[in-house]
């Protein structure tokens, strides 16, 4: 099979196959086939097994999708040239001697973010935002299990508390969670710590955001504590994903949003362990090799 792109890792031993072009992966008990349109609509074809005697019967149906799912561990393909893309010829598994060993190097850094509109509380107000919006500046995404918690409003005081550090060097902050923005309007009117917040706090109850950037609790409807810094290009520079019992520090944060903006402008230079500004910097070259 070949694949233009492989954009996350994933371990399948698969016994007959015959695509011309696309990506699969298995996830929760399913096979997903995702494919490009001409007009960049990603549309995802899901086969679901059912297992006979010998060999899988896979049955697809289709469905539309506004960007690639990145908890599917999907592979990205180039775009169909007018073609349909249930030209997934012919596809016949073992079930016996299909399996999912492990994901490796899961990661979103390098990608962009996929465009997509929010609504969000800030200020009194609700409205709804593009995540484009915040272009020509560093965006922050800090997603967070859900309001009225007990981890969540350490953290998001603490974020409040520093949101000045953060708007002098071009940064904007967006809250994250599954809950409503009138719950967030709720928690806002009545919590202390989360009164402090002036950054938007985005909603984004159907988990199409959360799910689009890997922190997604299937089960629970919730999102895993993760964090994204954008640069102002819409690329991911960096990631964190806690589990929900790990609250996470904001002064690390800050630092790696310092040392993301010292690179992208100092490109001949990298923040080593613990780079704090003004702190010295390293020119990587021949020069260096075996000196540290």
């Known amino acids: ?83 349909h893309v249930s030209e997934f010829e012919s596809l016949r598994l073992h079930h016996n001697q299909l399996n999912i060993n492990s994901m490796d190097n899961i990661t979103l850094v390098g990608s962009r973010l996929p465009e997509m509109i929010l609504d969000v509380y800030q200020q009194d107000e609700i409205k709804k935002m593009e995540l484009s919006d915040y272009r020509k500046q560093w965006l922050v995404l800090f997603f967070y299990p859900a309001d009225f918690t007990f981890v969540c409003p350490t953290e998001l005081r603490e974020l409040a508390e520093n949101y000045a550090k953060f708007k002098e060097i071009n940064t904007e902050i967006m809250s994250v969670s599954t809950d409503t923005v009138f719950t967030h309007k709720a928690w806002h009117d009545h919590s202390e710590a989360i009164k402090k917040i002036e950054f938007p706090m985005g909603s984004d109850p159907t988990g199409k955001l959360s799910k689009a950037l890997g922190v997604y609790l299937e089960n629970e409807g919730l999102a895993l504590r993760g964090t994204f810094i954008v640069n102002p290009e819409g690329e991911i520079k960096a990631m ?31 923040c080593p362990a613990s780079w704090h500004p003004g702190d010295a910097t390293l020119k990587p070259g021949l020069d260096l090799v075996g000196k540290i």
């Open 1 to 83: 099979m070949q694949v233009s792109r492989l954009t996350t890792k994933i371990k399948l031993a698969i016994i007959s196959m015959n695509c011309r072009r696309g990506g699969i992966c298995l996830s929760a008990g399913r096979l997903v086939y995702l494919s490009r349109t001409n007009d960049g609509q990603v549309v995802e074809l899901v086969y679901t097994l059912a297992l006979g005697a010998s060999a899988a019967r896979l049955e697809s149906s289709s469905l539309s999708l506004p960007t690639i799912c990145a908890r599917h561990a999907y592979l990205t393909c180039p775009p169909l040239a007018g073609e």
């Open 240 to 270: 964190e994903i806690n589990d929900n019992s790990i609250g996470r520090s904001v002064d690390e944060l800050l630092r790696k949003l310092q040392a993301a903006q010292f690179v992208a402008e100092h490109g001949d230079q990298v």
